[in-house]
């Protein structure tokens, strides 16, 4: 990484941080306590050096999945309704107390495609966005998931939150976006079967590499590299650099705010401006 990248990743000021399920959940599907609080902590650290973070969670039906001790994602609609419905006030309750232990107050933004298609909805979440970050309020993202007919949900859901934090990404004009995952970075082979695949610190054209995405990691997830790559070219494409890395020590998010080369870092392509908030 040359020093104007790094610099630019300890300038970072406005910072959204995506975590999936596989971070948050053990793989019985109960709730990884550990990694929640040191995801708070590393977190609660950058707000207290007044930056501004805004968290993409999922997990909800992940959580829901392990109240009940479903080892496998359910396939109907109304089940993973309930699911999400049960898991989502679990994950909010859960992250309300650890962040209440370092004095910090966090509010719950759940949106659907509609919310930011419809330019009137998307300058009240816009607004949302910028009067909690006033507030020094921790907004904890996730996607609604109260529509239940198939046609409807595919016009009104964004599918994966590896795409909605890069949504919401551009939506607050980040600096950056980083997206903690079950694997640390994008490898030229599949690490899982070849133990000589190696890690790709750096990618300035995601068209040259998207052969090397796989699918989905985990049975509680539904995202894999493919989604973060469609990810990285929202995000870079608005002007924010992003950063796939390892969730196993959320304490990384310091690591990569230090300049640290860790994970793989998408490049931001050059644009005159992007929304501001």
Same mark, same amino acid.
Do not use: W
């Given at each position: 990484?040359? #020093?104007?990248?790094?610099?630019?990743?300890?300038?970072?000021?406005?910072?959204?941080?995506?975590?999936?399920?596989?971070?948050?959940?053990?793989?019985?599907?109960?709730?990884?306590?550990?990694?929640?609080?040191?995801?708070?902590?590393?977190?609660?650290?950058?707000?207290? #050096?007044?930056?501004?973070?805004? !968290?993409?969670?999922?997990?909800?039906?992940?959580?829901?999945?392990?109240?009940?001790?479903?080892?496998?994602?359910? !396939?109907?609609?109304?089940?993973?309704?309930?699911?999400?419905?049960?898991?989502?006030?679990?994950?909010?309750?859960?992250?309300?107390?650890?962040?209440?232990?370092?004095?910090?107050?966090?509010?719950?933004?759940?949106?659907?495609?509609?919310?930011?298609?419809?330019?009137?909805?998307?300058?009240?979440?816009?607004?949302?966005?910028?009067?909690? !970050?006033?507030?020094?309020?921790?907004?904890?993202?996730?996607?609604?998931?109260?529509?239940?007919?198939?046609?409807?949900?595919?016009?009104?859901?964004?599918?994966?939150?590896?795409?909605?934090?890069?949504?919401?990404?551009?939506?607050?004009?980040?600096?950056?976006?980083?997206?903690?995952?079950?694997?640390?970075?994008?490898?030229?082979?599949?690490?899982?079967?070849?133990? #000589?695949?190696?890690?790709?610190?750096?990618?300035?054209?995601?068209?040259?590499?998207? #052969?090397?995405?796989?699918?989905?990691?985990?049975?509680?997830?539904?995202?894999?590299?493919?989604?973060?790559?469609?990810?990285?070219?929202?995000?870079?494409?608005?002007?924010?650099?992003?950063?796939?890395?390892?969730?196993?020590?959320?304490?990384?998010?310091?690591?990569?705010?230090?300049?640290?080369?860790?994970?793989?870092?998408?490049?931001?392509?050059?644009?005159?401006?992007?929304?501001?908030?």
């Amino acid at each position: 990484m040359d #020093e104007n990248l790094r610099n630019e990743l300890k300038s970072a000021q406005r910072i959204v941080v995506k975590v999936g399920t596989s971070t948050l959940t053990h793989e019985s599907g109960k709730m990884n306590l550990v990694r929640m609080e040191r995801l708070s902590l590393a977190i609660s650290e950058l707000m207290n #050096e007044n930056k501004e973070v805004i !968290l993409v969670s999922s997990g909800a039906i992940g959580v829901g999945m392990g109240k009940f001790n479903f080892r496998r994602r359910p !396939l109907g609609m109304g089940m993973k309704q309930a699911l999400a419905a049960v898991g989502q006030c679990e994950l909010m309750n859960i992250y309300s107390r650890l962040f209440s232990t370092y004095n910090h107050t966090v509010a719950q933004i759940l949106l659907t495609k509609t919310d930011v298609n419809d330019e009137m909805r998307r300058k009240n979440v816009i607004n949302t966005f910028k009067s909690l !970050l006033e507030f020094g309020v921790l907004p904890i993202v996730n996607e609604n998931d109260s529509v239940s007919v198939d046609e409807i949900k595919s016009l009104m859901m964004f599918g994966d939150n590896d795409t909605l934090s890069a949504v919401v990404s551009k939506l607050v004009s980040a600096d950056l976006l980083i997206i903690l995952s079950d694997i640390d970075g994008l490898y030229d082979s599949n690490p899982k079967e070849n133990k #000589e695949s190696k890690l790709i610190h750096t990618v300035t054209d995601i068209n040259a590499i998207r #052969e090397y995405a796989g699918g989905s990691g985990t049975n509680r997830g539904t995202g894999g590299m493919v989604t973060k790559l469609d990810a990285a070219e929202i995000a870079t494409g608005a002007g924010i650099n992003m950063i796939i890395a390892s969730g196993s020590d959320p304490m990384v998010i310091l690591d990569i705010l230090k300049g640290d080369e860790l994970g793989t870092l998408f490049v931001k392509k050059d644009v005159e401006t992007h929304e501001n908030l």
